[in-house]
């Protein structure tokens, strides 16, 4: 899997959007995107993923350049509960049996503050 | 619907002993993927379940070892423990798609 960099730490104001950054200059063209957070003494969670079209749900958008080098991911709205760690993972598509292991980095360590 | 569960939640281990730690993934899910994370690290994958069998495996010794049983829960299995394997250990479930893995809240594990 391409490896992935993120900044270590960001600060965002709370009812602001935050902007996390990914650079993954390596990726294949067969290799999603995925973000997921953990939020302190929890489990990972998923929030979103796409391969080179611009996604969106009810957690976050997911901005991927047209070159696919990099991305980003948008929370509209950041409130004090969307304080952890951002993960961004690149992954090989499933082929079928089984599924691909995903490689975490250290993320991005997101701080909201009031 | 109920998610990923992991049991126990807090474990003491002395050096030496031996550990299981167990996973029921989320209904539906057939695969299960054991992680560990060591203290401001990110996850690091142990190893993957599929059908029963060890589909894939990380970069971490034969003193841990695992099974899937036919319901799809899974052990993990940890002998002659280290003080270094003190960490939280995850686990995480997903279907054959494989989009959008499901993680439990983790087994903290502590070797004195």
């Known amino acids: 899997d391409a490896k992935t960099t993120q900044p270590p730490s960001m600060d965002c104001a709370e009812g602001r959007a935050a902007n996390l950054p990914c650079n993954h200059s390596?990726?294949?063209?067969?290799?999603?995107v995925y973000w997921y957070r953990q939020i302190h003494s929890q489990g990972p969670q998923y929030i979103i993923h796409?391969?080179?079209n611009n996604e969106t749900n009810e957690m976050a958008s997911l901005i991927i350049t047209e070159d696919r080098k990099s991305s980003t991911l948008i929370l509209p709205h950041a409130t004090l509960r969307d304080t952890a760690v951002y993960y961004c993972i690149v992954r090989a598509s499933y082929s079928g049996a089984g599924s691909y292991q995903l490689t975490f980095g250290k993320g991005t360590k997101l701080s909201v503050i009031p | 619907d109920a998610g990923v569960t992991q049991s126990p939640t807090h474990l003491i281990k002395t050096r030496g002993q031996q550990v299981t730690l167990r996973c029921s993934p989320k209904?539906?899910?057939?695969?299960v993927s054991w992680y560990q994370q060591a203290l401001g690290q990110g996850p690091q994958f142990i190893f993957q379940?599929?059908?029963?069998?060890?589909?894939q495996r990380g970069n971490f010794p034969d003193r841990f070892s695992g099974h899937q049983y036919p319901n799809y829960s899974s052990e993990l299995n940890v002998n002659a423990l280290l003080l270094g394997d003190s960490a939280l250990y995850l686990c995480?479930?997903?279907?054959?798609?494989?989009?959008?893995?499901?993680f439990g809240s983790g087994t903290r594990l502590t070797v004195v």
């Open positions: 390596t990726i294949s063209g067969n290799e999603y």
């Open positions: 995480a479930s997903s279907s054959g798609q494989g989009f959008g893995y499901t």
């Open positions: 209904s539906g899910h057939d695969t």
């Open positions: 379940y599929y059908e029963e069998e060890e589909r």
């Open positions: 796409g391969l080179k």
